[in-house]
C-alpha cells in the first residue's frame, strides 16, 4: 500500500491524528529551546557535518584503523556484507558461547537485518529492553519511530498490553506503575542473559573503542551482566578522533529529544577480564549509496530523529505509514537506495517544506534528496497512467504560449459555468474538502492587454 | 531599471487580481515594469512530480521571455526558488545564468534592490502570516524556526509599516500549510489535514486575515475556509501592500 494510502487510514480517527503530532510537536519544541542554549549552534552543525564528509570520503581507511585498534585492545571485528551475513555472525558467536537468552539494546541496525526472527527461529530468546522497544515487541509490531519506537502508543493501550503480556492489574494507564512493572520484568531478563547486543552511535577509528547512548541505561545493565557483547555498526558510523565526540554528542541529544546530553553515553574500549566483545561492521547497501553522487550524504545521518519530530507529515501520518525500518524525510531517502520499487512513494511523502533539512544535526540535505528520487522514481518505477500522462501532456503545453492560452480560457470557462456537483465530483481529489476558486472572466495576460490598448 | 514581471500561471489564470496588485504595487514605486506576453510557467509542477525532464521546454520559454530585464520580479516565493534552484538542468548559457541570479520575489525585491519598508499602504486589520516554505526556507526571506540564527523577516519588515495593521503571532510560526503542489492531490488526507491545522492556528490567534508571498498556499487554505464557512478572508500579500483603505 502507498503511503498516501496508509496515511488516509490514520487520518480516519482524527482525534489519534492531533494527539500524535502534539506529542512529536512537544518533542521538537523542546529540541528548539535545547539548541537555542548552544551558543554556535549552526556553528556545531558545520562541523559535524564537514565530519562526516571527510569520514564518507576516507571510509576504506578509517574503517581499516578502526579495525587494527580495536583488535589491539582484544575486540573481535567481524564483516558482514548484508543483513543475511550479519545474522549469520551473531548466531554463529552465540552458538559459540552456548548463549539461549539474549537481551538487545536500541539498534535500528538489527531492526533493518531482521535479527530477532532470525535468531528467535533458532530457538534463541530476544529481549528488547528499550521499554519503547519492549512495547512494540510485546504488541508485535515494529518501532515508529527510530528514538521513540513506541510514539505511536497511548499510556492506555500500553496498560492494556502489560495486562496481557506482564500479568499487571488495570491502572488507567499510571506511567509511574506502568515503568516499574517494567523494570522488574526486564530485570529478571538481564539477570539471565547469555549475552548482551547492542547498536553503535559512534566508532572512533583513532582508539577501536565506541560508543553507545541510552536513557535507560539498559545497553550497560546487559553489557556488564552477560559474558559476551556483541555490537553491530553500519559503515558509517565511523568518526575519526575522540574530540570528536564532544561535537556529536552535544548535538545528538538536543536534536533527539532536546535533552543536553542522553543519561549514559557509554564508551567500551577494551572487553572486561573473562569476557568476550565483538564488533560487526555492516554494510548492507551503505556502499551502494556511497556511490550515489546524489544521495552520498545520507549516510551522514546520525539517527537522532530530528526530521521525523518536525516533518509535518509523519507527524500527522505515524511511522508505520511508511512501511520501512526507517521511517519519515531520512528514511524515505534511504529506503529507496535499499529497494526503489517498494518504497517508491516515499519520496512524494513530502511537501518538500525543508524542514528537515533545516532542522538535521548533520545538515544533511534531505528534502532535495527527496526530489532527486522523484526524478529517478518517474523513470524507473511505472507510474500511474494519468499522471504520467497529465504532466507529460503539461511539460508540452507550458512549453507553448499559445496551446497554454487556449487551454487556460477552456480550463477558466469550465469553471465558471459548471455547476458545483460537477466541479466538486468525485473525479476532482481537490474538492473532496477544499473549494475551488472562483474565476474571473479575464486572465491577468487578457487584463493586461486591455490595459495597455 | 527595466523589470520583467512574471506572474506564474495559476495566478495569471485564477488569481488576476493577484497579479493586478503586483503590478500597480511595483509602478506606485516608481519601477518600470513590463509583462512578458505569452509566458507560461516556470516547470515547478513538473520538476516537483518528477517530471523535471519533461519541463525542459517551459524552462527554455521562460529564459527567452525574461532575458532581457535587469530584474525579474515575481509574487510567488516557490517559482522564483524554482528557477533559481532547478533550473540547473538547462545548459548554463549567459542568459540563464542571468535570469537565475536576476529573479526576486516581490517582497525581497522591494526591500533588498528598491530598499523600501514603507510603501504607504494601509490596512487596518488583524493579519496572521502564512510563510510560506520555499520562501522561508529556499530563499531564505525570513529566518526559520529550525535554525539557530538571528530572527528577522522581510515580509514583517514590510507589513508593520502598513498603516492600522495588527500582526498577529501564531502558535507555530512557520508549519507547512500541506499544499505541496501535487502532493494536495496525490496525499490528499494529509495536505487537508495540514490545511486545516494551519487555519486553526489563525483562528485561535484572534486573525482576521492571512496573508502570505504564495498564492498557491493561500488558494489550498482558502479552499479550505470556504469550504468550512470559517471566519477568515485570505489576502496575497501584494494586495495588502497595494491597499489604501
Known amino acids: ?65 578502526f579495525e587494527e585498534n580495536a583488535q589491539k585492545n582484544g575486540i573481535h571485528i567481524h564483516w558482514a556484507a548484508d543483513a543475511k551475513a550479519h545474522n549469520k555472525i551473531v548466531h554463529d558467536i552465540l552458538l559459540k558461547n552456548n548463549a539461549k537468552k539474549v537481551v538487545k539494546s536500541k539498534s535500528m541496525l ?15 530468546e530476544v529481549i528488547d529492553t528499550d521499554l519503547g522497544e519492549r512495547i512494540v515487541q510485546l504488541a508485535k509490531e515494529p518501532p515508529s519511530h527510530i528514538v521513540l519506537p513506541a510514539i505511536h502508543k497511548t499510556k492506555e493501550e500500553v496498560d492494556v498490553l502489560f495486562q496481557k503480556h506482564l500479568g499487571t492489574i488495570p491502572s488507567n494507564g499510571d506511567p509511574q506503575y506502568l515503568t516499574n512493572e517494567a523494570r522488574k520484568h526486564l530485570r529478571d531478563k538481564f539477570l539471565k542473559a547469555d549475552a548482551a547486543l547492542t547498536g553503535v552511535n559512534f566508532a572512533v577509528a583513532e582508539t577501536g573503542g565506541f560508543v553507545v547512548c541510552t536513557n535507560e541505561g539498559n545497553a550497560d545493565m546487559g553489557i556488564h551482566l552477560a559474558k559476551v557483547h556483541i555490537a553491530s555498526m553500519g559503515i558509517e558510523k565511523i568518526i575519526p578522533q575522540e574530540k570528536h565526540l564532544g561535537i556529536f554528542l552535544r548535538l545528538l541529544a538536543r536534536s533527539a529529544t532536546g535533552q543536553p546530553i542522553t543519561t549514559y553515553s557509554s564508551h567500551f574500549n577494551k572487553p572486561s577480564l573473562g569476557k568476550e566483545m565483538h564488533i560487526i561492521i555492516v554494510d548492507n547497501g551503505r556502499t551502494e549509496q556511497l556511490g550515489r553522487e546524489h544521495f552520498r550524504s545520507s549516510l551522514n545521518c546520525i539517527r537522532c530523529g530530528a526530521c521525523m519530530n ?8 505515524g511511522g508505520h505509514s511508511y512501511k520501512a525500518t526507517i521511517p519519515g524525510p531520512i528514511g524515505s531517502i534511504l529506503s529507496p537506495g535499499m529497494d526503489l520499487k517498494k518504497h517508491s512513494s516515499l519520496p512524494f511523502a513530502s511537501t518538500l517544506c525543508g524542514s528537515c533539512s533545516d532542522v538535521c544535526p548533520v545538515k544533511i540535505n534531505i528534502h532535495e534528496q527527496l526530489y532527486q528520487w522523484r526524478q529517478i522514481i518517474t523513470k524507473d518505477i511505472k507510474q500511474p497512467t494519468v499522471k504520467a500522462t497529465t504532466l507529460k ?3 508540452r503545453v507550458l512549453a507553448n504560449s499559445k496551446l497554454y492560452g487556449f487551454l487556460g480560457k477552456s480550463a477558466r470557462f469550465m469553471l465558471k459555468h459548471l455547476p458545483k456537483f460537477i466541479i466538486n465530483s468525485k473525479l476532482n481529489t481537490w474538492g473532496k474538502a477544499r473549494d475551488l476558486p472562483k474565476v474571473e472572466h479575464d486572465n491577468f495576460e487578457d487584463w493586461y492587454k486591455k490595459r495597455k490598448s | 531599471m527595466k523589470v520583467g514581471l512574471f506572474i506564474p500561471c495559476y495566478i495569471n489564470q485564477l488569481y488576476p487580481k493577484v497579479g493586478i496588485a503586483t503590478l500597480e504595487l511595483l509602478e ?5 515594469v513590463d509583462y512578458p506576453i505569452g509566458q507560461t510557467c516556470c516547470g515547478q509542477p513538473l520538476g516537483n512530480s518528477g517530471y523535471e525532464e519533461e519541463s525542459k521546454g517551459a524552462c527554455k520559454l521562460f529564459i527567452e521571455n525574461f532575458k532581457n530585464y535587469d530584474y525579474i520580479v515575481c509574487p510567488s516565493g516557490s517559482c522564483v526558488y524554482h528557477v533559481k534552484k532547478h533550473f540547473d538542468i538547462l545548459e548554463q548559457t549567459d542568459d540563464v545564468i542571468n535570469v537565475r541570479s536576476n529573479i526576486y520575489e516581490l517582497t525581497q525585491f522591494i526591500f533588498q534592490i528598491l530598499v523600501k519598508t514603507n510603501v504607504g499602504a494601509s490596512f487596518p486589520y488583524k493579519v496572521g502570516i502564512h510563510k510560506s516554505c520555499h520562501g522561508l ?30 500582526l498577529k503571532t501564531l502558535n507555530r510560526v512557520d508549519e507547512c500549510c500541506g499544499f505541496g503542489g501535487t502532493f494536495s492531490i496525490f496525499e490528499e488526507a494529509i495536505s487537508v489535514k495540514m490545511g486545516k491545522d494551519r487555519i486553526q492556528d489563525h483562528l485561535n490567534s484572534d486573525v482576521e486575515v492571512i496573508t502570505g508571498t504564495d498564492q498557491s498556499c493561500l488558494m489550498h ?22 491597499s489604501t483603505l
Not at chain 1, 110 to 124: K, Q
Not at chain 1, 310 to 317: A, H, L
Not at chain 2, 222 to 238: C, D, F, S, T, Y
Request: hydrophobic residues 40%; proline residues 3%; charged residues 25%.
Open chain 1, 393 to 395: 501532456m503539461a511539460g
Open chain 2, 137 to 166: 526556507r529556499g530563499l531564505r526571506l525570513g529566518s526559520c524556526s529550525e535554525r539557530m540564527d538571528a530572527p528577522y523577516s522581510i515580509e514583517e519588515n514590510l507589513l508593520k509599516e502598513v498603516k492600522g495593521i495588527q
Open chain 1, 1 to 65: 500500500m502507498s503511503h498516501a494510502k496508509e496515511a488516509e487510514l490514520f487520518n480516519n480517527d482524527e482525534a489519534k491524528v492531533n494527539w500524535h503530532d502534539q506529542a512529536l510537536w512537544f518533542v521538537r519544541n523542546k529540541r528548539d529551546k535545547a539548541a537555542n542554549t548552544v551558543k554556535g549552534w549552526e556553528a556545531l552543525r558545520n562541523l559535524a557535518s564537514a565530519i562526516k564528509s571527510n569520514v564518507l570520503s576516507n571510509l576504506d581507511n578509517y574503517l581499516i584503523q
Open chain 1, 110 to 124: 538489527t531492526e533493518e537485518c531482521h535479527l530477532n526472527p532470525y535468531l528467535e527461529a533458532r530457538g534463541i
Open chain 2, 28 to 32: 506606485k514605486l516608481g519601477v518600470d
Open chain 2, 221 to 242: 487554505l482558502e479552499g479550505l475556509i470556504n469550504r468550512n464557512n470559517q471566519p477568515l478572508r485570505v489576502m496575497h500579500i501584494a494586495e495588502i501592500l497595494n
Open chain 1, 310 to 317: 518536525t516533518c509535518p507529515i509523519y507527524r500527522r501520518s
